[in-house]
């Protein structure tokens, strides 16, 4: 793994792959009939025995939880990360750091993928033809929550990525939170660089917990994931202890129970839930420590870094951002296409067809958007430089 305190963290881009990929799975299980409910029964009543029942399921499951159901738990691991790797720059840099040059260039690499992925969306929403399901069918999220034909106000929503829906690409309402952190990253930076000390970070990283679950329980969605982006920040800061941390984990044997634990405290609101939906919220803080824990274990080296740094997890890292752009429309166009009878084949055929179409959006959308950024950023430079020396006159000393 590179080093934390310089280059490129690859174990970072395998885990976000990973992240992607969980998030593809868990809205294919979504389209396909009854098969959450299949592998996760509702409880028909209150009773102690029906509670210790579904409780005790769902605890012995939990694995198959976190392949297909755990996309949200997923996403709390992107806002993690996108702290964590937009704080690190602007700490490195320190008074050289250009926020003239960052905003423009960050709403270019966010923008226009996010634009291109509405356009591919109405492209699919046009091409494949929509109806309502009677009865659901058993493809509820399907037949619920996407466009079944084209509406401004279907494209507006879309549009407001802070808004309660996106019909045409559920998954972009993460990305107003992105946009909304990007905005708000010198408070992050300035967090970061008051973090002096293992246990001030410690402090903070608690605190930020705490506030999470007290927005959890009131349904103040800024108090549940803004948070989540200072950790990273706050994480950033503290790269050089984490990169020591592995000599706290020892063994192979200490990591394998270091990530048992944290994917039992990704899982555990989950599996709270069973009991009564009411304990979801108080426990999703939780989640979010035990995905911190695998960022951690991530940045340690070792075995789980090494999984994360193997080519096929380097490859859905480098295709995660478009993968998670476009997963949502390939896969309910494929569910159209099919037919609901034969969910059975739509569900293998757009899971793979949206890892090719992210695979070439990335290549046709997201890497050109982030040269035009790259170039639109020397181009601010370049004039800064050279209102600098206009300003300042010529050299008399000479």
Not at 158 to 169: D, F, K
Not at 291 to 309: I, Q, S
Not at 369 to 390: D, M
């Amino acid at each position: 793994m590179t080093d934390p305190a310089v280059g490129r963290l690859h174990s970072l881009d395998g885990l976000r792959g990973v992240a992607a990929l969980a998030v593809v799975l868990h809205h294919s299980a979504l389209a396909a009939p009854g098969l959450l409910e299949a592998l996760w029964p509702g409880r028909d009543g209150s009773s102690l025995a029906q509670v210790a029942t579904t409780v005790g399921w769902r605890a012995l499951t939990f694995p198959l939880h976190l392949v297909l159901s755990a996309g949200l738990e997923a996403v709390f691991v992107f806002f993690i990360l996108s702290g964590l790797v937009l704080t690190i720059p602007a700490l490195r840099a320190r008074e050289a750091y250009s926020w003239r040059v960052y905003y423009p260039r960050r709403i270019i690499r966010l923008g226009l993928p996010v634009l291109a992925s509405i356009v591919l969306a109405v492209l699919l929403l046009l091409a494949v033809p929509r109806y309502p399901i009677p009865g659901g069918g058993g493809l509820d999220w399907v037949s619920t929550t996407n466009s079944l034909t084209l509406t401004l106000q279907d494209l507006l929503d879309t549009l407001n990525l802070l808004g309660p829906r996106q019909p045409l690409n559920n998954p972009l309402w993460s990305l107003g939170w992105e946009f909304a952190f990007s905005l708000l990253l010198p408070l992050g930076v300035l967090l970061a660089t008051r973090v002096r000390s293992r246990r001030a970070a410690a402090v903070v990283i608690v605190a930020s917990l705490l506030v999470i679950t007290t927005g959890s329980v009131l349904h103040l969605d800024a108090l549940v994931y803004l948070p989540m982006f200072a950790i990273g920040a706050v994480l950033a800061a503290s790269l050089p202890d984490v990169a020591r941390a592995r000599g706290a984990i020892g063994s192979r044997r200490g990591e394998a129970l270091w990530f048992v634990l944290c994917l039992v405290l990704v899982a555990a609101p989950w599996v709270a839930s069973g009991i009564t939906g009411a304990l979801y919220p108080v426990t999703v803080g939780l989640a979010v420590a035990g995905c911190l824990g695998l960022v951690l274990l991530a940045l340690t080296g070792g075995l789980f870094a090494g999984f994360l740094e193997t080519r096929v997890v380097q490859f859905l890292g480098r295709i995660s951002f478009s993968l998670y752009l476009v997963h949502v429309p390939v896969l309910v166009t494929t569910f159209y296409l099919f037919g609901v009878e034969r969910w059975f084949l739509a569900l293998p055929v757009g899971i793979a067809l949206s890892l090719v179409v992210g695979w070439l959006f990335t290549l046709g959308v997201e890497q050109p958007s982030h040269r035009l950024a790259r170039w639109v950023g020397r181009r601010i430079e370049i004039g800064s430089r050279t209102r600098r020396t206009a300003t300042s006159g010529p050299d008399l000393r000479e």
